[in-house]
DNA sequence: AACGAGCGCGCG
DNA sequence: AAAGCGCGCGCTCGTT
């Protein structure tokens, strides 16, 4: 078959690639490559391969340079789909691994090929972070990558030549970017790189599954919240009529600014950039607390307060989530792999990880008909990471055995904590403070800020935190002075986080732990999918449904066939155990896990 | 009209 | 320099 763009030959005003247009030149390439590693790009027709197919691949190494035009290649239909196979048992180097990774599972065995992400070698080495490719070359090679021609038209017959040139440069800069970083990376990089490759397959599970949303129930809760909404305005206008906005903190701001007297406006707190009076509902509280009991003001401040917290139930997670559900009557959310510095998930569009835990959200999220949700969270899992971290008996003892935050409470107050009074519960709220203080490397300002308690009362909290748990509260200076010796601090699953200058001891502190929380995680999600597939090749019905759907930090969830949530429990039980211990070899898995099942992500038990 | 900064707030 | 970690998103407001 003729080509339709004449001669192979190329324009040397770019870097030359072979255009491939015959199965038998593709076949020759794939051979030739043998064991070296590639870079890979697809240019697509559309984002899902249910929609769409791939038009171009590009790859490229120091060997080779090619573009592989697969409406050319001298098959009968879809060149791609009957090419993948070619691929099977490669690694390509791809940005964005989850996107090349769906279109080979979509036509080869899934699994048969597993791409590779620079971004995630790169995020292995520094720190996690989002970016896109342009972005990525123009920071580490100072080379423009045009986008312009990234949404072109890939179905087109024949492409243009920036097209096929654009095509090719990705790849390129893909390899470039690669060569950079594996030139510098050691093998415990390498080890958590792979470790980001391989929770590729679950995200791509959880993001295509996504979760059942009931938009009807959520409907009439949203009436709710706007009726509510409404009410509090119609008296916050009666309160204040002279307010244009009353969702601007800017104007309301200006307004108490001129109306209150100065020792108001001396208490009360501001932002930090602007300088104007901070409206958080904590301020707003604690304002409200100085003026005269059943005063306008008083009313009005708190009112506020009140109207505030509906109004983001009412933008944040009312319409927005209706929109967000699919023709399949499901949210897709997108879960992003290392997004966060400490390489945690992100989650977005939407935001899953955002959910609130109250006003009957988490009920809209639903299993199917005839499903159910399973879930399971590490309970405690970041003090008990410390603990492993530092080797700190003490503290592993009572994370395991006993209850932290109480025996830190009996630590604190001198006496024994009754949890189920509320002085005890109290006391126990106020350790847990004390606890996640230490963990995020609060100074005594940051707990007594926390705590609503003097600096003093702080410090000897902080003191007796210390003293019980002295090998946890000294790694956070060991972690800083790893941090101001070499820039850098390695975490637990041999990744890197590049620091900044002068390190401020709560993120050195805090990074570590955050970290190896996440490769928990991180393990357990390997392990649960590579279970689910294995269990999903010994079902009797082909539909009965098994299917990871969310993971939120330090939580697994499941959609199952209701037949089988018990044994999907186990399994996820058992994943995640065996995550923990893959991290953290012969560490005591009591206590571990936590969770249940039920018929929506409200209601588990 | 589009964009970014700033703020606030939902979650772990 | 700030000094309790990490996110994403909706809103307002000034700039382009």
Redesign the pocket.
């Known amino acids: 078959m003729p080509s339709i763009y004449g001669p192979v030959a190329h324009k040397p005003r770019l870097p030359s690639y072979e255009l491939i247009t015959t199965f038998d030149q593709l076949f020759d390439l794939v051979a030739s490559i043998g064991a070296d590693e590639f870079a890979l790009d697809f240019e697509t027709t559309s984002l899902s391969p249910k929609t769409g197919k791939v038009r171009l691949a590009s790859i490229c190494n120091d060997s080779t340079r090619a573009l592989i035009d697969f409406y050319e290649i001298d098959l009968p239909s879809d060149g791609f789909e009957h090419c993948a196979f070619l691929f099977s048992g490669f690694s390509p180097i791809v940005f964005n691994a989850g996107f090349e990774q769906r279109w080979f599972d979509h036509s080869t065995r899934p699994g048969s090929v597993k791409c590779r992400d620079v971004w995630y070698l790169r995020c292995a080495m520094r720190?996690?972070?989002?970016t896109s490719l342009a972005r990525f070359a123009k920071h580490e090679l100072d080379i423009e990558v045009d986008k312009t021609e990234q949404v072109s038209d890939w179905d087109a017959p024949a492409l243009t030549q920036e097209q096929l040139d654009y095509a090719f440069l990705d790849a390129e800069v893909t390899w470039k970017l690669y060569k950079k970083f594996r030139a510098d990376a050691d093998s415990e990089q390498l080890r958590c790189a792979q470790m980001f490759d391989d929770m590729v397959p679950a995200v791509i599970e959880m993001e295509d599954a996504g979760m059942a949303f009931d938009a009807a129930a959520h409907t009439r809760t949203l009436q709710g919240w706007e009726a509510e909404r409404d009410g509090l305005r119609v008296q916050l206008d009666e309160l204040l009529p002279d307010i244009?906005?009353i969702?601007?903190?800017?104007?309301l701001?200006d307004y108490f600014s001129k109306s209150m007297p100065d020792n108001w406006l001396r208490a009360w707190?501001?932002?930090?950039?602007?300088?104007?009076?901070?409206?958080?509902?904590?301020?707003?509280v604690l304002l409200s607390g100085m003026a005269p009991v059943d005063s306008p003001l008083r009313t009005f401040l708190t009112t506020l307060?009140e109207y505030?917290?509906i109004?983001?139930?009412?933008?944040?997670?009312g319409?927005?989530l209706l929109?967000s559900v699919g023709p399949d009557g499901r949210i897709h959310?997108?879960f992003?792999i290392a997004?966060?510095?400490?390489c945690?998930f992100?989650?977005?569009?939407?935001?899953l990880?955002?959910?609130?835990?109250?006003?009957h959200?988490r009920q809209a999220f639903v299993a199917a008909p005839g499903n159910m949700l399973v879930s399971l969270?590490?309970s405690g899992?970041e003090l008990r990471v410390l603990a492993l971290l530092t080797g700190d008996e003490r503290l592993l003892e009572d994370c395991v055995w006993g209850d932290v935050h109480a025996t830190v409470a009996e630590k604190m107050t001198g006496q024994p904590v009754d949890k189920s009074t509320p002085e005890g519960k109290e006391a126990r709220r106020r350790a847990k403070?004390?606890?996640?203080?230490?963990?995020?490397?609060?100074?005594?300002?940051?707990?007594a800020?926390?705590?609503g308690c003097s600096m003093d009362d702080a410090q000897s909290y902080i003191d007796f935190w210390a003293d019980r748990y002295p090998k946890a509260f000294q790694y956070r200076y060991d972690m800083m002075g790893e941090a101001q010796g070499s820039g850098v601090i390695r975490m637990v699953d041999g990744g890197t986080v590049w620091m900044?200058?002068?390190?401020?001891?709560?993120?050195c502190?805090?990074?570590p732990v955050?970290r190896a929380?996440l490769s928990v995680m991180a393990r357990a999600l390997i392990r649960h999918k590579a279970t689910l597939d294995t269990r999903r090749g010994c079902l009797p019905s082909p539909q009965c449904m098994i299917s990871l759907v969310a993971t939120?930090?330090?939580?697994l969830i499941d959609e199952v066939d209701a037949g089988h949530a018990d044994a999907a429990l186990g399994w996820m039980r058992n994943d995640m155990t065996e995550g923990y211990l893959d991290v953290f070899p012969g560490a005591p898995t009591a206590k571990l896990v936590e969770g249940g099942i039920g018929p929506s992500w409200g209601e588990l038990e």
Request: glycine share 8%; hydrophobic share 25%.
């Open positions: 720190g996690g972070g989002r244009e906005n969702n601007s903190d800017t104007q701001s707190p501001r932002t930090e950039k602007t300088g104007q009076l901070s409206m958080t509902s904590k301020s707003l307060s505030k917290h109004s983001k139930y009412c933008s944040s997670f319409e927005s929109k959310a997108r992003n997004a966060a510095k400490t945690r992100s989650s977005s569009s939407p935001n990880q955002q959910t609130p835990r109250g006003e959200v969270d590490y899992i403070a004390v606890s996640f203080g230490i963990i995020y490397g609060s100074s005594a300002l940051g707990v800020g926390s705590m900044s200058r002068r390190p401020a001891l709560p993120k502190a805090n990074y955050q929380a939120i930090h330090d939580a």
